[in-house]
């Protein structure tokens, strides 16, 4: 397959502020590719570059094939881009911003049109500035998708969206993914790439710590799970069980702090054959993750390896 998106050596540097640093990273055509890292580790920056709207310090983008900086009016006219903020007239209505956007893009299917309007249940008879975050967001997305582009560049899409337009967002995904057209997609929250994308950046502190199949995010997944028991715990339950990275008995003696990287399902059964009676869990967001990692990295740094 032929790439689609392709970074070479791409820095950005704000004056002494690092934005990213010697970014090396290619798409292909057709893939849903996510790009994760927790906020102020680069996505905007380099997407903003992909657009051409940051000239890189060093290196270069290209979008198929084309120079993203040099290029850059061929480039937009290949891709549907959400940016993370947007600035639209404020007096105009959702369906006047759509309509002069579609008429820059030398016309779009009307049909389409009102058919995205309709799945994101979205009102274009208000003005802009009367929308709520979710609103803005869903003026966005139709005006990314409208007409159909190769390549979809969505700079944090489910931001400010409920969870029945997640879902809608989320179909539109897999129907673009059919149609064998590429996204790329930023996001600082790891079940949405996971539920979205088949390949995943990992960037962090402006430089991309791993590159990798969606399905291999399993591995660096935690739990964080309190596990309570009728009876007296003990740490030795859970002493044999494969990805316990940490275990913790409370001072009441009957409750099991535990942290767990991959399958919940031993543990579970180790709950219930101990009769647990209540068990909490809560995953823990990328920022956290990657606080943890790197504190442990510092303290064993040759006993981890995120690759
Ligand atoms: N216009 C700017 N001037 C100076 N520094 C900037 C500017 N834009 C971004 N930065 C810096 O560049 C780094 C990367 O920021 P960027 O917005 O690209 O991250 P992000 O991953 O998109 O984060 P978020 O999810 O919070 O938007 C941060 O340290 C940020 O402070």
Request: glycine share 8%; with cysteine.
């Amino acid at each position: 397959m032929s790439a689609m998106i392709q970074l070479q050596h791409l820095t950005k540097t704000y004056g002494r502020q690092r934005g990213i640093q010697d970014i090396q990273l290619q798409v292909a055509e057709g893939e849903v590719f996510g790009f994760l890292g927790p906020n102020g580790a680069g996505k905007t920056t380099t997407i903003r570059t992909l657009m051409g709207l940051l000239k890189p310090t060093s290196g270069q983008a290209f979008i198929a094939g084309l120079d993203c900086w040099k290029e850059s009016t061929a480039v937009k006219r290949l891709v549907g881009y959400l940016p993370g903020e947007f600035a639209l007239d404020p007096t105009l209505t959702g369906a006047q911003i759509l309509s002069y956007l579609g008429h820059l893009r030398g016309g779009v299917d009307q049909n389409y049109v009102r058919q995205l309007i309709e799945r994101l249940d979205f009102d274009p008879s208000k003005r802009f500035r009367d929308y709520s975050r979710g609103n803005k967001q869903k003026v966005g997305l139709v005006q990314a998708f409208m007409h159909k582009p190769r390549l979809l560049i969505l700079d944090e899409p489910t931001g400010g969206l409920d969870p029945l337009n997640q879902q809608e967002f989320y179909k539109l995904v897999q129907e673009t993914h059919a149609e064998g057209r590429t996204i790329f997609l930023s996001s600082h929250i790891l079940p949405e790439v996971e539920h979205t994308c088949d390949r995943v950046a990992i960037i962090r502190e402006g430089q991309i710590i791993q590159v990798n199949e969606v399905a291999r995010l399993k591995d660096f997944k935690q739990h964080d799970i309190e596990i309570t028991f009728q009876q007296p715990a003990t740490l030795e339950w859970f002493a044999q069980i494969p990805g316990v990275l940490n275990s913790i008995l409370e001072p009441n003696g009957h409750t099991i702090r535990l942290t767990t990287q991959g399958s919940l399902q031993p543990i579970i059964q180790i709950a219930a054959q101990h009769e647990a009676y209540n068990i909490l869990t809560h995953e823990p967001n990328l920022e956290e993750i990657f606080l943890r990692f790197y504190a442990n990295e510092a303290a064993q740094p040759h006993k981890k390896s995120l690759a």
